[in-house]
């Protein structure tokens, strides 16, 4: 059964630095999102993104975050210049359609640590 | 802005028990989806089970079953003969069908351990 990977599994980086997380939706799916979980508390919405546009963000989703699609398969999340609020469980999904209440599909996301 | 709330962090059930999930929502809106989401160790969220807001009947996928109250804003999730495959960190997530929104607002999840 086709899956959403995300790589890597952990990342450990410098407040400061650039990070950028990778994510490969299903094939055929034409909705991306990502979603992120501080340690302990509730499953955020980060940012839709459809036809190579951003769809919808959150308030979270400032100008240090980023969403690109470089090429037919993956899908990134770059955070500019991490800080230390930055660590948590960051999820991708993907989703055939975007309405209708179709399923979303999620990575088993990329644990980021901001030291 | 809506919010979910799962007021039960963590719950333990017997091997072949029933267990029951509590999920309540907050929300103005009148057309949206319900859904409860698995989250195994180390694993990916996997759906298991929707409702659409507009349908009465409570939505069942084999040994999972909801109860789901609109006037009241609950959205139970019922897990009959419960395996040791079922534990797992369940969310339940709220998702508008009105204005084009995509994104899932999710409750805080309930840890489930299954007792052999």
């Keep these: 059964e086709p899956e959403v990977t995300q790589t890597p599994s952990h990342q450990v980086t410098q407040m400061g630095q650039e990070v950028i997380l990778r994510c490969v939706p299903i094939s055929n799916h034409l909705y991306f999102y990502w979603y992120r979980q501080i340690l302990g508390q509730k499953v955020e919405f980060l940012v839709s993104f459809y036809n190579n546009e951003i769809s919808e963000k959150s308030e979270i989703f400032d100008d240090q975050f980023s969403v690109e699609r470089p090429d037919g398969s993956n899908f990134t999340l770059k955070i500019r210049s991490t800080k230390l609020e930055d660590s948590a469980m960051y999820f991708c999904a993907s989703s055939r359609q975007g309405t209708l209440g179709y399923e979303q599909y999620f990575g088993p996301g990329t644990r980021l640590t901001v030291t | ?116």
Excluded: H
């Design chain 2, 1 to 116: 802005a809506q919010t979910v709330t799962q007021s039960q962090p963590e719950m333990s059930v017997q091997e072949a028990e029933t267990v029951t999930l509590s999920c309540t929502y907050d929300t103005s809106e009148s057309d949206y989806y319900l859904f409860w989401y698995k989250q195994p160790p180390s694993r990916q969220m996997i759906l298991v089970i929707r409702q659409e807001a507009y349908k009465q009947q409570n939505a069942t996928e084999n040994r999972f079953s909801v109860n789901f109250q609109k006037a009241a804003k609950s959205f139970s999730l019922k897990i009959s003969d419960s395996q040791l495959g079922d534990a797992a960190m369940y969310f339940c997530a709220y998702r508008s069908a009105m204005g084009g929104s995509e994104k899932l607002v999710f409750g805080k999840g309930t840890k489930l351990t299954v007792n052999p």
